[in-house]
């Protein structure tokens, strides 16, 4: 099975666990915290995926890095059975897809936004202001700088792309003068 249907899945139970207990997001919070150890102690993936380690062993650590981070029962039997299924290799992955799953409930999306030239704060917070009104749902902006666009603004809102810089419409006009 793809890491990423695994990942999904498994985000999916532990989402559904922290509302019936209603707290997804302290959860979240915990997952994330617990990602970010992995994502910065490679050795420790290894170890806890390595099966020339006995389980017991595997378990002890990362009960230990999750009595170390301060995470809930819920979060430490989660990883418990991400250890025993070798799946814990795929923390970060599971940690972005139930952040997905967190956004979704709490009516949040992210955009991206790319520019040809560097936004001020009061400019990012209009943009973000009329793109709430225009998608009814809160936006959470990343905004990066991309001089080759030459002007103008290119949004990524998941899948769709609504791009109205220069340079696209400078490689629009070139395309319909080549067709003559």
């Known amino acids: 099975m793809k890491k990423n249907?695994?990942?999904k899945r498994c985000a999916k139970s532990l989402i559904e666990l922290g509302q019936e207990a209603k707290r997804y997001k302290e959860i979240g919070n915990e997952l994330r915290d617990i990602s970010a150890v992995?994502?910065?102690n490679p050795e420790l993936r290894r170890f806890a995926l390595n099966p020339m380690h006995k389980l017991e062993d595997r378990h002890g650590l990362i009960g230990k890095v999750a009595a170390a981070v301060g995470v809930?029962?819920?979060v430490k039997q989660f990883l418990a059975i991400l250890t025993e299924t070798r799946s814990i290799g795929i923390i970060e992955e599971i940690c972005a897809a139930y952040s997905k799953m967190e956004d979704e409930l709490a009516g949040r999306i992210k955009v991206k936004i790319e520019s040809?030239?560097?936004l001020n704060e009061g400019r990012i917070n209009e943009i973000k202001r009329k793109l709430n009104e225009a998608i009814k749902k809160e936006s959470i902006l990343t905004v990066?700088?991309?001089p080759a666009l030459i002007g103008g603004l290119v949004?990524?809102?998941g899948n769709t792309i609504l791009d109205g810089s220069i340079k696209t419409q400078l490689e629009r006009v070139r395309e319909r003068i080549t067709q003559i």
């Open 155 to 157: 949004f990524r809102i």
């Open 5 to 7: 249907t695994v990942a």
């Open 38 to 40: 992995f994502a910065g």
């Open 116 to 118: 040809a030239v560097d």
């Open 144 to 146: 990066e700088k991309n």
């Open 72 to 74: 809930s029962d819920v």
